[in-house]
């Protein structure tokens, strides 16, 4: 009934920018957190940026300074801008929202995943 679609990976250059997306939609009552994680060949899956309903953010010590996490709540949007990228940031990032959906007894709140794209930084 939820689907976060992500988009906007890719390959580029040391120090060079992308911005990834991802949407949300399906029956959605509403979006609490929203964030990025990341997964590196050999690696486990790490938190790299995040966004609360409240509209603090944090990031991971790694990223701070280059990446910027925002949202577009009318749209059920979250973006995370990535500049001076590194080769180490080479890794499938996956898009994280907390969504709350209305069903017949009532509200259930449930965490969604993206499928992921690819970021690859060559050095």
């Known amino acids: 009934q939820v689907q976060l679609v992500e988009s906007g990976g890719g390959l580029v250059q040391a120090g060079g920018s992308l911005r990834l997306s991802c949407a949300a939609s399906?029956?959605?009552?509403?979006?609490?957190?929203m964030g990025w994680y990341r997964q590196a060949p050999g690696k486990e899956r790490e938190l790299v940026a995040a966004s609360s309903g409240g509209g603090s953010t944090n990031y991971t010590d790694s990223v701070k300074g280059r990446f910027t996490i925002s949202r577009d709540n009318a749209k059920n949007t979250v973006y995370l801008q990535m500049n001076s990228l590194k080769p180490e940031d080479t890794a499938v990032y996956y898009c994280?929202?907390?969504?709350?959906?209305?069903?017949?007894?009532?509200?259930?709140?449930?965490?969604?995943w993206g499928q992921g794209t690819q970021v690859t930084v060559s050095s």
């Open positions: 399906g029956r959605i009552f509403s979006i609490n957190a």
């Open positions: 994280n929202a907390d969504i709350v959906v209305r069903i017949a007894v009532g509200l259930v709140s449930s965490t969604y």
